[in-house]
C-alpha cells in the first residue's frame, strides 16, 4: 500500500512547485511520499503524541508553529482519520497554506472492504483509526473554505488481506482495476487549490451635468446685476 500511496505521490506533485512543502502526520517511512517533491525544501510534522526521529517537528496539528500564508503545499496522508478535530486541522492547513497553494488529502474510503474491516476491529484498522472521512466530505470542507477540486484518484482495488508483491520496475497492482478481482477500491487521492479572490474597487460614477433643453439656459436662483 505505501508503494502505491508513493508511486501516486509522485504523480499528484508534478505540477507542485514552489519554496515550502508541508507533510502534516507521519505515514510510513520517513518522506517516502515526498520522493517527487519539486519545491524548495520540504518537511514532516508529526503529531506531538507520536514524537519520532522520523519528523523534522512535532506539534499539534490544530495549531502549527507556522506563519500564515507561509507554504506552497500541505499533504495530509490519512492524517484526518487519526485525530479528534479532523476539520480543525483542515482549517490550520488553510492557515499556513499561501494563495494558489495545493492540498493534497490521502484517505480511506468508508464503504468499500477496507472500510468494512476497519469497523470490525474495535482498535481501528489500520491501528489507531479513529474514524473513516469519505471524500466527498472532505471536499465539502474544502469547497467551503473556497478551494477548488481538481483531482479525486481512487486506489487500492485489492481487499485489505493478503495480496500480491509488485514485481520490480512494475507499477504497484493496488493502482489499477483488476478484471479477475473487481473489488471497490478502498482509498482515494484528494488534491485541490486554495483559490483567492481579489476585490476590485468600483470608483463612484461622476454625474453628469444636466443639459439644457431647447437650447435655453436653465434657470438659477442666482441675479446679475
Not at 500500500?1 to 499528484?12: G, H, K
Not at 468494512?116 to 466530505?137: D, E, H, N, Q, T
Not at 477548488?148 to 493502482?175: C, E, I, K, M
Request: charged letters at 25%.
Amino acid at each position: 500500500m505505501l508503494q502505491a500511496e508513493s508511486e501516486l505521490m509522485v504523480e499528484a506533485l508534478d505540477d507542485v512547485f514552489g519554496w515550502e512543502l508541508l507533510q502534516l502526520g507521519l505515514w510510513g517511512q520517513r518522506k517516502s511520499l515526498l520522493s517527487g517533491c519539486r519545491t524548495r525544501r520540504h518537511a514532516v510534522i508529526a503529531n506531538e503524541k507520536l514524537r519520532s526521529t522520523d519528523s523534522d517537528v512535532a506539534a499539534r496539528l490544530s495549531q502549527l508553529p507556522i506563519a500564515n500564508a507561509s507554504v506552497d503545499a500541505v499533504v495530509l496522508p490519512h492524517t484526518l482519520e487519526f485525530e479528534t478535530d479532523p476539520f480543525a486541522v483542515v482549517r490550520e492547513a488553510d492557515r499556513v497554506l499561501a494563495g494558489e497553494g495545493h492540498l493534497i488529502v490521502l484517505g480511506f474510503r468508508p464503504w468499500s472492504l477496507w472500510g468494512f474491516r476497519s469497523r470490525a476491529i474495535s482498535r481501528g484498522y489500520p491501528p489507531g483509526l479513529k474514524r473513516m472521512l469519505g471524500v466527498r466530505r472532505v471536499a465539502d470542507w474544502l469547497e467551503l473554505l473556497g478551494y477548488d477540486v481538481g483531482v479525486t484518484r481512487n486506489y487500492l482495488f485489492t481487499p485489505p488481506w493478503g495480496g500480491t508483491a509488485p514485481r520490480p520496475g512494475q507499477p504497484s497492482p493496488l493502482l489499477r482495476r483488476g478484471w479477475i478481482k473487481p473489488w471497490p477500491a478502498g482509498a482515494y487521492l484528494l488534491k485541490a487549490r486554495k483559490r483567492v479572490y481579489t476585490l476590485t474597487p468600483i470608483r463612484p460614477r461622476v454625474r453628469e451635468r444636466a443639459q439644457p433643453i431647447g437650447g435655453l439656459v436653465k434657470p438659477t436662483t442666482r441675479t446679475s446685476s
